[in-house]
């Protein structure tokens, strides 16, 4: 099955749920929230993830690879959604993960491995170089010919995918946001959207402000050309990728009571703190509309 095949068939749900977020403290400020469930696209290979890897997916089948090489840190969302979609897909799939192999797994490595992913390492430093030539070479000597996937699964192919999102939007949408830890999504939604929309992309690591080349050098790469329709906001990473504070989890608790939704802690959750935040401070005009993506 190719993954056009897996939207047509249902295995990917497409389009997901766009619902709007009944809450008292978006309505008294005049505001609208939809929340666009791409989180619901997969069980295994949720929104933003699918999005990246359906058209590389259809690349490395169209240059008959059977395995898939790619990058992440210890707690990498994207390295759980290759390893899935090698199962699912046919692939071998290597996981070239940051620092240092600390054992037992935490939970994303152990089911990336249950999935049939290959972990390997490289020390932060090598890491840092891991699109260089030598880097490269070394790993295609060690496992063989392989289809490079780059971290995040942020390239051209990626933020095409990402793009169809806007697509499946049916409101008379202001704002749309996302969280974005390799700039990637909001680079896809902005390229996306028209006239006085805009994209904000909700930062999840610290010190991220090199993300807004990434965003201008992945919409060339997908696109062709740069927008000036997007910003991003550094303010809400909690500490940096995969941290957390006490004030994030009480926000997740808060809304998981209110809304019965259960936010993902490394990206979704810092997106959606931000958004509230932002409303409560009157960052959006009344009557905006926001549609915020759960990936």
Known sequence: MD?????????????????????ERVSERGVRVWLKRDDLLHPEVPGNKWRK????LAAAKDRRDSRLLTFGGAFSNHLRATAAAGHYFGFETVGVVRGE???????SLAYAVGRGMMLTYLDRGTYRRKTEPDVLGALAAEFGPCYFLPEGGSN???????????????VDVDVVCCATGSGGTVAAIAAGLAGHQRALGFTVLKGGQYLAGE???????????TTGNWELDHDFHFGGYAKRKPELDSFISDF??????????????KMMSGVFQRIGSGDFAPGTTIVAVLS
């Open 256 to 269: 998981q009571s209110r809304h019965g939704i259960a936010l993902d802690w490394v990206y979704e959750a």
């Open 215 to 225: 965003v201008r050098r992945l919409q060339r790469e997908g696109f062709g050309v």
């Open 53 to 56: 890897l359906k058209y590389n």
């Open 3 to 23: 993954p056009t095949e897996a939207e047509a068939s249902g295995l990917v749900v497409v389009p997901s749920p766009l619902v709007e977020l009944r809450d």
């Open 101 to 107: 192999e600390h054992l037992p797994l935490n939970e």
């Open 156 to 170: 051209g192919l990626g933020v095409r995918g990402c793009a169809e999102v806007v697509d499946e939007i049916d």
